[in-house]
């Protein structure tokens, strides 16, 4: 699957990071936010390696 986004080559194996991807670095897109220093994190695998949770 490949990025639909004019410049970017990113290509992806699954549909899933492909969305993830597209929502994170071209929309802007943070779900998951630290409680303690608000910074923004696509995946909540991110944020609890960012050690918050």
């Known amino acids: 699957f ?3 986004h004019p410049g970017c ?3 992806f194996t699954r ?3 492909l969305k993830t991807h597209f929502l ?3 929309i802007g ?3 998951f936010v ?3 220093c608000d910074v923004g994190f696509a995946r909540k695998y ?3 390696r ?3 949770l």
Do not use: F, K, T, V
Request: proline share 8%; charged share 20%.
């Open 29 to 31: 897109e943070r779900n």
């Open 50 to 52: 960012h050690g918050s």
């Open 24 to 26: 994170a670095s071209h």
């Open 34 to 36: 630290c409680p303690i």
């Open 15 to 17: 549909r899933y990071n």
């Open 46 to 48: 991110d944020l609890i």
């Open 2 to 4: 490949h990025c639909p």
């Open 9 to 11: 080559e990113q290509s």
